[in-house]
C-alpha cells in the first residue's frame, strides 16, 4: 500500500531527538524551532515525559470512558491551577479540531442556535464544523459548505457589531484565535476580544477562544486571550498539550450543563495520553516554563525588530512571525538546509518560530545569527 499522498515532504528523516535538538539518520543535527507545528512544548524526550509516560504505559494504556479513570481528574485539577480557570471543566478528545468541533456543537446545544461567526484567515481544522468556520475555501468539501459560518474581518469592531445588531439572536458562537498560527502570526486586538465578550453577554452567544496554536503556555500566559483580561466561555487545546502525544481537549465555563452522552468518545482521555499531558504540566510548573516563554520570546522579537530588511516582527512569547519581502523568501529553506534549523512558515513569506517553551537565550541568539548570515548571504 502506498500513503495517500496530501503533504509536501521535506526529505529529512529524523530518528532521534532531545531538547531542542533533533539529528536524521546520517547523524546530521537540526536545531528545532518549529516543534513538529508547535507541538514540542518541553522538549522532545524530557526525562520526567518519558519516565511518566513508560511507568503508565507498564500498568494500563487504555480504557474507555466507561470506567473511572482518576489521571483525567488529576489533569483537571492541574490544568485548572496552571491556567487559573478552576471552575471551568474540562472535556478530553484527540486533536485540536475535534477540540473546535466539541466547542462549537456545545455552543449550538447550549443556546440551540446555529450561527457561527468566524474571521477572515482563521484556521480552525479539518473536521466537518471546524473545516466550515476556517477560512481557505480550497479545504472546505462541498458537504462542509454552510450558510451557518459567516466570516468577518479580523480586528474589525464596527463589522461584529453590525453583525450582532442584524442577527445577535440566531449567533451560537464566534469562535476566534488570540493569535492566528496559520493565518501568519496575526494577534487579535485586546479591544476586539473585549467586544467579543460583551457582545456574547448581551445576545447570549458563546465565545470560543481556540488556544489549539496560542495556548498553552506559549506566549507567556496559559491563554494568549488572557491578555485581553476577559475570560471566554470555551477555550480549545491540543498541539503542546501532550508534548507529541495525541490529546486535546476544551475548557469549558461552569455556565454550561453536562448531560449524559451529549459529548463523547473512544480514546479522548485515555490513560496514556493524560499521563503524557500530566507530565507536560509537571514541567511547565517545576521549570517555570510560561515565564521563559514570556522573556526569551521577547528578546527574540526585540532582536529581530532590529534586522533592516524583515518587513514586520508579529506576535508575543515564542510565537513569532517574520514577514520578510518577496525576495527573500528562500531564507526559510537555507536555514534549514545552510543552518540546519528548522523553523515554520505561513504563505506567502512568514516565517513563524514556534519552538519549545524551554530554549535558552543561547538557543535564541544561535538562530539570530544564522538568520543574520541567511539575511546577509
Ligand atoms: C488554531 C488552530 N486550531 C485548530 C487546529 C487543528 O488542530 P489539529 O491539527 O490537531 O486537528 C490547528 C492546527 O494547526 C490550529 O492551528
Known amino acids: 500500500m502506498e500513503l495517500f499522498n496530501v503533504y509536501p515532504l521535506t526529505p529529512i528523516n529524523i530518528v532521534r531527538a532531545k531538547g531542542s535538538a533533533v539529528w536524521d539518520e546520517q547523524g546530521n543535527e537540526y536545531l528545532d524551532l518549529y516543534g513538529g507545528h508547535a507541538v514540542i512544548s518541553i522538549g522532545h524526550t524530557h526525562p520526567h515525559y518519558v ?181 471566554a466561555d470555551i477555550y480549545s487545546m491540543a498541539k503542546g498539550m501532550g508534548n507529541g502525544f495525541p490529546i486535546g481537549g476544551i475548557a469549558i465555563s461552569p455556565k454550561f450543563q453536562a448531560s449524559f452522552g451529549m459529548l463523547g468518545t473512544t480514546f479522548g482521555g485515555n490513560h496514556l495520553a493524560c499521563a503524557a499531558a500530566v507530565a507536560v504540566l509537571d514541567v511547565m510548573k517545576q521549570d517555570n516554563l510560561m515565564e521563559n516563554a514570556a522573556q526569551v520570546g521577547s528578546y527574540l522579537i526585540e532582536e529581530l525588530k532590529k534586522f533592516d530588511k524583515v518587513l514586520e516582527v508579529r506576535g508575543r512569547g515564542l510565537m513569532i512571525g517574520i514577514e520578510l519581502p518577496t525576495e527573500l523568501s528562500h531564507v526559510k529553506k537555507d536555514l534549514l538546509m545552510i543552518n540546519k534549523i528548522f523553523t515554520g512558515e505561513a504563505k506567502p513569506n512568514v516565517i513563524r518560530l514556534l519552538p519549545a517553551l524551554n530554549i535558552t537565550k543561547e538557543i535564541a541568539d544561535r538562530f539570530l545569527t544564522a538568520f543574520n548570515e541567511r539575511l546577509k548571504a
Open 51 to 231: 519516565e511518566t509516560i513508560s511507568n503508565q504505559l507498564n500498568k494500563i494504556a487504555f480504557y474507555s470512558n466507561s470506567v473511572l479513570i482518576p489521571i483525567q481528574r488529576q489533569l483537571a485539577g492541574q490544568l485548572g491551577d496552571v491556567s487559573g480557570k478552576s471552575d471551568y471543566s474540562l472535556f478530553l478528545c484527540n486533536s485540536g479540531a475535534e477540540a473546535n468541533e466539541n466547542a462549537l456543537k456545545l455552543a449550538s446545544f447550549h443556546t440551540n442556535r446555529k450561527k457561527v461567526i468566524a474571521f477572515s484567515k482563521s484556521f480552525h481544522g479539518r473536521t466537518s464544523l471546524a473545516v466550515a468556520a476556517t477560512d481557505n475555501s480550497a479545504i472546505v468539501a462541498p458537504i462542509n459548505q454552510t450558510d451557518n459560518v459567516v466570516f468577518l474581518p479580523f480586528n474589525d469592531e464596527d463589522a461584529l457589531t453590525q453583525a450582532f445588531a442584524a442577527y445577535g439572536d440566531e449567533i451560537a458562537a464566534v469562535i476566534i484565535e488570540g493569535i492566528q498560527g496559520v493565518g501568519g502570526i496575526r494577534e487579535a486586538s485586546i479591544p476586539f476580544l473585549k467586544l467579543i465578550r460583551q457582545l456574547c453577554d448581551q445576545y447570549g452567544s458563546v465565545f470560543i477562544a481556540d488556544s489549539v496554536q496560542c495556548g498553552y503556555g506559549r506566549t507567556g500566559t496559559f491563554f494568549s486571550h488572557d491578555y485581553s483580561g476577559v475570560n
